[in-house]
């Protein structure tokens, strides 16, 4: 008997580690669904996946519009997927900003640290609420929070970049929350490392295929019952 494909959606995947993470689950076999909020950026990227698969073969890639700071985009996205499936395995809440690496938190303004926020927590949550209808008919459904070591509260903090620190921290609040509303789900918190990407920098100490291979881990491969939990290298780290 021939194994039900799996299902997809990964946000802020045009480029960087979300790009990543789409192609490594597409070698996989799945079926993924790139969300962009950019649709020419988008579709450019699904298209390059699609060619390269053609030769590796690669599961189906389907671009979809997302734009995680707007509610009303996302509303529509999920429109848009019920048309396509009325399912989804893994949803993947990788899109983010980082706005104020060279600010401090006595100054931070008030708009960056609204945008910060609405865009790294407040997104994944409402593109999490959108979709957990779909994710509710698998049969092991995931949800993978893309946060950041800069959001653990263990050590402190070092006074680095305070919104996006702070919307990471409240991102792994969401992740416990949602593991409370959820409890036939696995939701997993992840660090990727610091990443060679257009946000990590060309000194970052990690390739792209390095920050998303844990990514891709919770997301496809990780035991089902580990939930709750914040992790990087496939190991557990504090909060
Ligand atoms: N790189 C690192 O060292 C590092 C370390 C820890 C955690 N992370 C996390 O890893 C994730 C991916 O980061 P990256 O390094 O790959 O960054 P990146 O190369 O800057 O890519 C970020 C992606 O998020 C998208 N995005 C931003 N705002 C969005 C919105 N409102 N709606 C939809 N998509 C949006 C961007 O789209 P556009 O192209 O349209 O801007 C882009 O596709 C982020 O959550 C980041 O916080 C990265």
Not at 26 to 39: D, I, S, T, Y
Not at 73 to 84: C, G, Q, T, V
Not at 145 to 166: E, F, M, R, T
Not at 169 to 192: D, E, I, Y
Request: charged fraction near 25%; glycine fraction near 8%.
């Amino acid at each position: 008997m021939k194994m039900q494909q799996r299902i997809a959606l990964v946000t802020g995947a045009n480029k960087g580690i979300g790009f990543e993470v789409v192609r490594d689950l597409a070698r996989k076999g799945f079926h993924v669904f790139l969300a962009a909020r950019n649709e020419k950026a988008g579709e450019a990227a699904a298209e390059k996946l699609r060619a390269e698969g053609v030769k590796e073969d690669y599961g189906e890639i389907t671009f979809l519009k997302i734009d995680v700071s707007k509610p009303d985009s996302i509303r529509r996205a999920a429109e848009e997927f019920s048309k396509k499936s009325d399912r989804l395995d893994t949803l993947v809440n990788n899109a983010g900003i980082l706005l104020d690496d060279d600010k401090d938190v006595l100054t931070i303004t008030p708009e960056i640290f609204e945008t910060t926020l609405r865009t790294n927590t407040l997104g994944a949550l409402l593109v999490s609420q959108a979709f957990v209808p779909f994710l509710k008919k698998s049969d092991a459904p995931r949800i993978v929070n893309v946060s950041s070591g800069g959001g653990q509260l263990a050590d402190g903090a070092d006074g680095w970049a305070p919104a996006y620190c702070i919307s990471k921290t409240a991102l792994n609040g969401v992740t416990v929350q949602l593991v409370a509303a959820l409890p036939k789900f696995a939701v997993n918190s992840v660090c990727p490392g610091w990443v060679r990407t257009d946000m990590g920098g060309s000194n970052a100490t990690r390739s792209i295929a390095e920050g998303a291979s844990g990514i891709v881990w919770l997301a496809a491969d990780a035991p089902q019952s580990e939930t709750g939990k914040f992790w990087r290298d496939r190991k557990v780290i504090p909060w």
